[in-house]
């Protein structure tokens, strides 16, 4: 990565609250410009990370640099950085226009310029005429917008989003996401999101670092966190999936014979694969399919144990002999009946079924 | 329903009697018109005579209400600055509770339990102890030891109430505002204080009433040149309640109503203007 796209570096950030670890040595180049998204379940360090960069929390150990330059022990005050609060933080005691217009103010920008800038932030938020409002009489769609512009009218370098929409309701909440990804696009301003809705996080970023107890367990594109967990934390936190413990039997060439339980299943080798390992197969809920008939090729046998369904898609519940339960989801157009107890096949694209790293039950 | 209205209105008559009637004694015979020596119980007539002398330099109350106002002025000048600090200090502490969780919230609970203390041990030991200190300090007793003792009750009040607002408020506001490019300084002074005002307005009223009105602390750090209010009208009632003292007590209570008034009158009118606001925003 070259000097000029990288915008934030963080270098081996650590964090230790009394004795606990909340940061265990991060490493991250944001790049100019892109939507990069923190997702981790709560408690996983992603807040943390966020006032870090925010300088409103000093790293135990690391350093943080913006456009090359160290500014781990900058104040808040002194760095090209602003955050939208999850909780919004407007000043209760000031209207909308003077909310905005508050960082402006602190950097003694000339009254004129205020009134201005803050009118045009009004109207990219399509909020032009709430200037007068008090944060009381706003919505809570309204107040996320405020809280937007009061950050971005100070044209910042990097702007630190925390769980925005948490606090919205759910069709509200869709609204807003393609309403920021385009103010992102048109600002030009580079969005570091904090998240912990898996579908938000694919909707709208460019990167993903899914974080878990303080670490990146992968950082990619959004397609590429799905199509190619790293791990089997990563397939499970990202959509539905099976996941299948299994021994390395036999390697040969770009096959791997898989042991699970008794049963061998073929699949796609990867180069960290030896034989004898215990690993995870992942397998999307959707992409495990099953029907009465069996399939050419390699297939399981399974007892239909019951399904939700759910409008467009329906997910069916199905037991193997071994005792495991695998969810396939089939869209429901032109679904085949089958009753609970009815023995079913189950069948996957070998290209659609990774290998992963069991690192479920790790913490640190 | 009918039964109990008639229940409820007598035990509410009761409680006005019992609580307005000696006041009501105290307003009436302090314009008794009766100058003799039987002034305290027979009402004679109807008379401003009591309230003539009430600021007379020698037999008046004007000197002591002048020291009072000065002290209670000070302290609670002083213990507003004081407790609006403590408050602050306090709440950015639990703040910090993600840093350092159980250590910091121990620390804070005792600090609050110390600044409690000034009005919840007996006032009886507190002045004595105050007395104590002083005389050991070699400090003239005078007003400058009444303020301070008063500052030791009157901070409390204000950090009381200070503190009750502040946690009422987001904790991230003041992040919010330092994010924005504030100073520690200018947050504290654009954003925790403006907010703070009402509570610190408040908890100082009550801190002022409660200062105006202290006299076992007053007795033992007060100096000879020193007195007073409540330390004058205890020194003039030893011999009897004098109408003049019900005069004083008339007109201390006129101005007691009247600061209520004035207090309601002022959020009455910052509530009609926020309703009005509300009104147009929605028009």
């Known amino acids: 990565m070259s000097e000029d796209t990288t915008l934030l570096s963080l270098r081996g950030l650590r964090k230790t609250f009394d004795t606990q670890e909340a940061l265990n040595g991060l490493d991250l180049d944001v790049i100019r410009g892109e939507f990069l998204t923190l997702l981790g379940p709560s408690g996983c360090g992603k807040t ?11 790293p135990t150990e690391g350093q943080v640099f913006l456009e090359g330059k160290d500014i781990t022990l900058l104040p808040p005050e002194k760095r090209e950085v602003n955050t939208v609060f999850q909780n919004y933080a407007l000043f209760p005691h000031m209207n909308v226009a003077a909310n905005i217009g508050y960082g402006l103010r602190m950097r003694k920008v000339p009254k004129a310029d205020v009134l201005k800038r803050v009118d045009e932030m009004l109207r990219l938020v399509q909020l032009e005429g709430y200037g007068k409002r008090m944060p009381s009489q706003l919505s809570g769609g309204q107040r996320q917008r405020v809280a937007i512009a009061r950050s971005a009218v100070l044209s910042p370098k990097l702007l630190l989003l925390d769980e925005p929409l948490g606090a919205l309701d759910l069709q509200l909440r869709r609204q807003m996401q393609s309403e920021l990804k385009k103010m992102q696009q048109q600002l030009g301003i580079t969005f570091i999101y904090i998240t912990h809705d898996q579908e938000e996080a694919l909707n709208m970023s460019d990167r993903i670092a899914l974080m878990r107890d303080g670490r990146f367990v992968q950082l990619d594109t959004p397609h590429n966190l799905y199509e190619r967990p790293a791990t089997a934390f990563a397939a499970t ?14 390697i040969s060439g770009e096959e791997v014979l898989l042991d699970m339980s008794g049963i061998a299943i073929p699949a796609t080798t990867e180069d960290w694969v030896v034989p004898g390992q215990t690993l995870c197969l992942c397998i999307r809920a959707e992409r495990l399919h099953y029907a009465k008939k ?12 019951g399904s939700h369904y759910a409008g467009s898609e329906r997910t069916a519940e199905i037991e193997l002999n071994t005792g495991h339960t695998l969810f396939s989801r089939q869209r429901t157009e032109q679904e085949e009946t089958v009753l609970p107890g009815e023995t079913v096949c189950l069948w996957w694209d070998r290209k659609t079924a990774g290998l992963v790293i069991d690192d479920r039950e790790e913490t640190t | 329903m009918k039964k109990n209205s008639f229940w409820s209105s007598l035990y509410i008559a009761v409680i006005i009697l019992a609580l307005y009637l000696p006041i009501m004694v105290v307003v009436v015979l302090s314009f008794n018109g009766n100058t003799g020596r039987t002034a305290a119980m027979n009402f004679t007539g109807f008379s401003f005579y009591w309230y003539k002398g009430l600021f007379d330099p020698i037999s008046g109350f004007g000197t002591q209400m002048l020291t009072s106002l000065e002290v209670a002025f000070w302290s609670v000048m002083i213990s507003a600055c004081l407790g609006t600090l403590g408050a602050v200090g306090m709440l950015r502490q639990k703040m910090r509770k993600a840093a350092s969780e159980r250590a910091v919230m121990k620390m804070t609970g005792i600090g609050e339990q110390l600044a409690m203390l000034p009005i919840m041990i007996p006032e009886l030991i507190l002045g004595i102890a105050l007395m104590a200190l002083f005389s050991l300090l070699k400090l003239p007793f005078g007003k400058m030891t009444l303020i301070f003792a008063h500052i030791t009750f009157c901070t409390p009040y204000i950090l009381i109430t200070v503190k009750s607002r502040l946690s009422t408020l987001e904790p991230t506001l003041q992040e919010a505002a ?20 009402p509570a610190i307005l408040s908890g100082s009223l009550l801190a002022f009433a409660m200062s105006m009105d202290d006299f ?6 007060n100096g000879a040149q020193t007195t007073t209010l409540p330390l004058k009208v205890y020194s003039s009632v030893k011999v009897g309640v004098t109408p003049q003292v019900n005069a004083l007590c008339t007109v201390m209570l006129g101005a007691a109503f009247l600061v209520v008034a004035v207090g309601q009158l002022i959020s009455a009118l910052a509530e009609k203007r926020r309703a009005d606001t509300t009104k147009k925003v929605q028009a």
């Not at chain 1, 990202?238 to 996941?243: D, F, L, R, S, V």
């Not at chain 2, 924005?180 to 002074?189: R, T």
């Not at chain 2, 076992?216 to 750090?221: A, C, E, L, Y």
Request: hydrophobic share 50%; aromatic share 12%; with cysteine.
């Open chain 2, 216 to 221: 076992v602390i007053s007795f033992f750090v």
């Open chain 2, 178 to 197: 330092r994010d924005l490019g504030a100073s520690p300084a200018k947050a504290f002074a654009t954003v925790t204080l403006p907010l703070a005002a």
């Open chain 1, 294 to 305: 069996s399939p050419e090729g390699f297939f399981l046998r399974g007892t239909f144990k």
């Open chain 1, 237 to 250: 936190f990202i959509g539905e999936t099976n996941i299948l413990d299994c021994t390395v039997v036999g």
């Open chain 1, 48 to 58: 943390t990370t966020l006032r870090i960069i925010a300088g409103l929390e000093m």
